[in-house]
């Protein structure tokens, strides 16, 4: 590999390292970057990476486990794009992920990436369960495959796979049927996004999955789909067009929340407790947005909607993103971005902590117990919520 | 090369003297007015000259249509006496010098909206209003090269405008317009009156934003909600040197169901923004800028305005904070537009 | 695995220590134009007592320590020069105590600017810091350590003139305080002895900062500014002593630089005041414009925009959004700064033009009013294209011609790089660097702490011990 070939050799060697990518808008603290709040050396910090990717291609370094453990540690959160006050913003995450490109093309890679690729390949989900576990999720409901239906419900790995996340998806199954949405689901048919493939660097790999799912869409006559995470809503809706796949593509909470507009769903139950909204990267950051799901909990009667310090554009990421919910290069320690954010949510004085992502939900989770706080702070997602609040 | 066509015997023959007599900022009778005039004339020293405040008015006073108004700023000129201080006239003359790139000339289509110096404001120009519109100018380091220059009359530079205008001309010329809507009257302006002033050629015909909004609103008046709102209009400096062009402002809000309030400052005794006043030279124009600013938004305000609305970015920047705080909302004439049209 | 690692690693737990060439490759690199220097080890303590032990331990065993706070000097001043062990300080970063009555702050050293503005607008809105215009992760404890300067300078003086007291770790692993703190438990006052001047400025040589106490100033509620543009550079010292005089401004500072363009040639002076209601601001303005700027303006030597109710004021962020450094598309710029008398102002500018003509860079000049007018903190920056090492080799030459015009104009440099170090030290006093020779060997008996930076021991007087 050489720099020339390097898809941004014109951009890379201008971060100057000022470090403005750790910090929230508000300066409070210096870790709102999940790999840099983790790891707290230079190297780990979105400037150092910038630093050591080049230095890689420029031949000035030796590939390593450890360059490539730094290199897939980021999250692909942007709150480095959020942050960088220079020109080339936008790009710096696209750079970290060619720089995987690279890495992934060569089979450099860290083991655990190379089996979430490997069980994505084969099996069509990260944690390499066999495909016909893909519907087991909705058996025993009423959940119908899609044939038709207005909207296609695309669940996901994660919330297919996942225990915890297969009961957001049931609910939220349950939550869509009661607004009368007519959709239908895909079951053992459904196939991974792609969406942490891309951003692990594996583009061929994304390419394949994003098409055959593109092509499917199609053939079943698919105009408009619902995502339940939002990870699968950014590629779908950012990155399936340039493949010749365009749907209407919406994340749960934007139709949840057209839905309690309309005054389908009746939430005269509601909820009481003091709930805070954790922002998802992919819904926020990623695709900007922070609306919906809050204005759907506040819909709910008996809420109280407390934020966060850091929320919106400065939310701290739960460090699942970028295939890192299973990759798992943040996790291990009380710095861990999702043991953070819990704390954060528990200094909020909220008793709930509301979620749209299943990454985030498991993430969250699994922090709020290694600190203790399962008991004091429960993790639900917006979807819960609501079907809490339906009368 | 590029003389002003300023007719003398028309000047001095005239009997109002309505250029300065008519002046919101110096007070001078006729008398007192025919000499400074004929003193201006013969390139002579005038307090004029000193007390000017450069708001463009006297070319709309001037019923002979006789550029009272670029005459003095020649004579300024000519004179070195500078409204304002050299430093500042040096920033804004290098404000205009194109410097991160030659031209790139863009790949439009009629009907063509020529943004000048603020490209920034090109993304506001959406929605049914602007449907089928090129925009020209949309590139901030690419502004200096469509940049009309008319805003040096202010600097008393008009060297620099009949230097530079030529070539902007070109610039726009080059993209095969035959007809170019200002998005700011000073374009207008500088196309329509100015450059005819000197003598220099425009091989396309400037259109007044606000004739084109006003077009473009009688084409979709189905689709006009009446917005039912009292409003005062901002009349820029620039507006002084195409007054015929005036009444579009009333017709626009006629079309969208606006108010506009009756009040003082309207018209040809609209006050300046103040922009222009406050950095000059001569003594007390700070506290002149603040008076100027104060009866003008006081006004707006006991007329019950609901909006302040602008043309001149310029004065949308120096006043619309001032009016903001006042709790009168500023607002571009063509975002007002885009409310009424859905 | 290498014992050194192995113990620091039970210092500060396995994450935060290491010497893997990812580790080594980052930490060696300065963002200005120093050539690359490599640790041995990179660590990040949390607490004093870990600096303590990592001290220690390579005071036992004779290796380098260079501490690091936001790594923002530009000037290579934490750079490994003889390698080691580099000590990133940013994990020491509590808020220990806010007075707000004697208004101090007690912080850990590692505190980044940013965090510091933004916990005390939060908590104590009342109080602020001079804060010094660095990216938001400078580091407080890394600033005063070369002194500092900030946007209160104009009233208040340099960073390093606003301690009340340290905790260090001396270079022989023990904990001293100096300050009130030694004696009281308030860090209120920078009395009795020792003199701070045993450590601030000194980049690290003599002890690791762990605590500071910093004062901390009346934040008025309202900000107003004013930018005054000049043509003749000759006018703005007695522009910057009148204005000065009236002590009204809260931070002034005059810059000349070649892009962008409409600046080009000219001199602006931003003025910032600041008051709690709209009466007391409006008489600042009104002291500072109609008591000195109107002559200049009537002349038409200058004018004058802003410093009015009625505008906009132009405010940078705090700390601010720096973007210089990417004017060339290169990631890279540096500057030389220097504490001059302020009457120089015009003759740092003209050379300073010239040498950036030289250089092919665009000369970018700034100076701050430190004090009463009592200097001036000049710097003379360059960028460079960190991917074109011609334009680094540029830079790094203008950065030398200026640490010798810094010097030749009768200046100090600040923060001065290896080289600035070299040129002071020639010429300093043979009896201060004496002085300065017995508090090293005194407090670093082994020469441990931050090497290759003000090297007295390699200095001559103490060879030949002579006294004059």
């Known amino acids: 590999m050489s720099l020339a070939d390097y898809r941004y050799r014109d951009l890379i060697h201008r971060c100057f390292r000022c470090g403005y990518c750790k910090f929230p808008t508000s300066y409070l603290d210096v870790n709102n970057c999940p790999a840099y709040a983790r790891y707290r050396l230079e190297s780990y910090s979105t400037g150092g990476r910038l630093w050591l990717i080049r230095a890689w291609l420029n031949d000035e370094m030796e590939w390593t486990d450890h360059l490539a453990e730094i290199v897939f540690s980021c999250a692909t959160c942007k709150n480095c794009t959020e942050q960088c006050p220079l020109p080339f913003s936008q790009d710096i995450v696209n750079m970290i992920v060619a720089a995987r490109c690279e890495m992934v093309e060569r089979g450099l890679m860290p083991a655990a990436v190379q089996q979430f690729l490997e069980n994505v390949q084969r099996h069509g989900n990260p944690y390499g369960a066999p495909r016909s576990k893909r519907a087991e999720w909705f058996q025993g409901t009423d959940v119908e495959q899609y044939d038709g239906q207005e909207y296609l419900y695309y669940v996901g790995c994660v919330g297919s796979y996942d225990t915890r996340a297969r009961e957001t998806a049931r609910t939220l199954a349950h939550v869509l049927k009661r607004g009368g949405v007519s959709f239908g689901v895909l079951g053992d048919r459904e196939s991974c996004d792609g969406n942490d493939v891309a951003k692990l660097g594996e583009e061929g790999l994304f390419e394949s999955l994003a098409e055959e799912n593109i092509e499917q869409f199609k053939e079943l006559g698919v105009t408009k789909v619902v995502t339940l995470s939002p990870h699968a809503y950014n590629a779908m809706r950012n990155d399936y067009p340039s493949l010749n796949g365009t749907f209407e593509v919406f994340h749960y909470t934007q139709l949840l929340n057209e839905l309690i507009k309309k005054g389908t769903l009746d939430l005269s139950r509601g909820f009481d407790a003091r709930v805070t909204y954790h922002d998802p990267c992919f819904l926020g950051r990623w695709n900007g947005e922070y609306e919906a799901p809050r204005a759907a909990l506040r819909a709910v009667p008996g809420i109280e909607l407390v934020e966060m310090e850091r929320s919106r554009a400065d939310t701290l990421c739960c460090g699942g993103g970028g295939g890192n919910f299973y990759t798992d290069f943040l996790g291990g320690s009380e710095d861990s971005p999702a043991r953070i954010r819990i704390r954060q949510a528990r200094d909020s004085g909220a008793q709930v902590v509301a979620v749209a992502c299943p990454n985030c939900m498991t993430m969250l989770e699994d922090a709020a117990k290694a600190e203790r706080l399962d008991e004091s702070l429960s993790i639900r997602d917006v979807s819960e919520i609501v079907a809490s609040a339906l009368e | 090369m590029y003389d002003l066509e300023f007719d003398e015997k028309k000047c001095l023959r005239c009997q109002t003297c309505d250029c300065l007599t008519r002046c919101q900022y110096i007070d001078i009778d006729r008398d007192t007015a025919k000499v400074e005039m004929k003193k201006i004339i013969n390139a002579e020293d005038s307090f004029v000259l000193h007390q000017c405040v450069t708001c463009y008015a006297c070319e709309e006073y001037c019923r002979k249509g006789n550029h009272p108004f670029y005459l003095i700023v020649d004579r300024q000129e000519h004179l070195d006496i500078p409204p304002l201080p050299q430093p500042l006239i040096k920033q804004g003359v290098q404000l205009g010098i194109p410097w991160r790139g030659d031209l790139v000339v863009q790949d439009v289509k009629e009907p063509v909206i020529d943004m000048c110096m603020f490209p920034q404001l090109a993304a506001s120009l959406q929605g049914r209003l602007f449907e089928g519109v090129s925009i020209m100018s949309t590139d901030p380091r690419q502004r200096a090269h469509f940049f009309c220059q008319l805003m040096y009359l202010h600097y008393a530079r008009t060297s620099t405008i009949r230097e530079r205008l030529p070539r902007i001309v070109e610039n726009i010329a080059r993209h095969n317009v035959t007809e170019v809507i200002c998005f700011h009257d000073e374009c207008y302006a500088t196309f329509a009156s100015y450059a005819p002033a000197v003598g220099i050629e425009v091989p396309f015909t400037p259109v007044h934003f606000f004739e084109f909004l006003y077009h473009r609103l009688t084409q979709v008046k189905e689709h006009i909600k009446p917005l039912n709102l009292k409003v005062a209009y901002q009349r820029p400096c620039s507006s002084r040197l195409s007054p015929d062009k005036l009444h579009f402002v009333d017709d626009i809000f006629a079309l969208i169901g606006v108010e506009s309030v009756d009040r003082q400052y309207v018209g040809e005794n609209a006050l300046c923004c103040g922009g222009a006043i406050r950095p000059q030279m001569y003594d007390g124009r700070y506290e002149l800028a603040d008076d100027v600013q104060k009866r003008n938004i006081d006004d707006i305000v006991e007329a019950g305005a609901d909006f302040c609305v602008f043309n001149c970015p310029a004065c949308f920047d120096t006043m619309s904070h001032l009016v903001a705080a006042r709790g009168v909302n500023p607002i571009f004439m063509s975002d007002l537009c885009r409310l009424a049209v859905d | ?468």
């Open chain 3, 1 to 468: 695995m290498d014992s050194v690692l192995t113990s620091l690693k039970a210092i500060v737990g396995d994450t935060f220590a290491s010497n893997e060439p990812e580790e080594l490759y980052v930490y060696s690199r300065d963002l200005g134009t120093t050539e690359p220097y490599s640790p041995q080890y990179v660590v990040a303590p949390r607490t004093t007592e870990e600096v303590q032990d990592i001290v220690r331990l390579a005071n036992r065993e004779k290796i380098p320590l260079v501490p690091l706070g936001g790594g923002l000097t530009l000037a290579g001043l934490v750079m490994p020069l003889k390698g080691g062990i580099i000590v990133d300080m940013k994990r020491m970063d509590s808020v220990i105590e806010v007075n707000e009555r004697a208004r101090y702050a007690v912080i850990e050293a590692g505190v980044s600017q940013g965090k510091l503005v933004a916990y005390l607008h939060k908590h104590h809105p009342t109080l602020v810091h001079s804060e010094p215009g660095a990216p938001a992760q400078a580091t407080v404890g890394g600033n005063i350590a070369i002194h500092g300067q900030g946007d209160l300078a104009q009233p208040y003086g340099f960073n390093s003139d606003m301690v009340n007291g340290l905790e260090v770790v001396l270079p022989t692993g023990e904990v001293c305080r100096v300050g009130s703190c030694s004696v009281s438990p308030h860090w209120f006052t920078m009395h009795p002895l020792p003199d701070l001047g045993l450590f601030l400025g000194w980049c690290g040589t003599t002890g690791i900062i762990t605590r500071v106490s910093l004062k901390l100033y009346p934040a008025k509620r309202i900000r107003d500014s004013g930018q005054f543009v000049l043509e003749d550079a000759n006018l703005v010292p007695d522009i910057l002593y009148r204005i000065s005089h009236t002590e009204m401004a809260g931070d002034l500072i005059a810059v000349n630089q070649e892009l962008p363009v409409p600046v080009q040639g000219l001199h602006i002076i931003s003025i910032f005041i600041a008051g709690d209601s709209e009466e007391e601001v409006e008489f600042k303005r009104r002291l500072i414009r109609l008591g000195i700027l109107q002559e200049y303006i009537r002349r038409g030597d200058g004018g004058l925009i802003g410093l009015s109710a009625a505008v906009r004021p132009r405010l940078p962020r705090r700390p601010p959004i720096s973007t210089i450094q990417d004017i060339k598309k290169g990631g890279g710029f540096e500057y030389v700064g220097a504490i001059l008398p302020v009457d120089t102002y015009p003759e740092c500018c003209r050379r300073g033009a010239d040498i950036s003509s030289r250089h092919n860079i665009a000369y970018t000049l700034l100076a701050r009013v430190i004090g009463s007018s009592h200097a001036m903190m000049f710097s003379w920056s360059y960028v460079f294209n960190r991917a074109d090492p011609e334009t680094v080799r540029h830079a790094r030459e203008a950065l030398f011609e200026s640490d010798e015009l810094a010097i030749e104009l009768g200046g100090i440099p600040w923060k001065p790089g290896v080289y600035g170090q070299k040129l002071i030290l020639e010429r300093m006093e043979p009896n201060t660097l004496r002085l300065m020779q017995q508090i090293k060997a005194l407090l670093d008996p082994n020469g441990i702490m931050n090497p290759g930076n003000w090297e007295v021991s390699e200095c001559p007087s103490q060879t030949t011990g002579t006294e004059t």
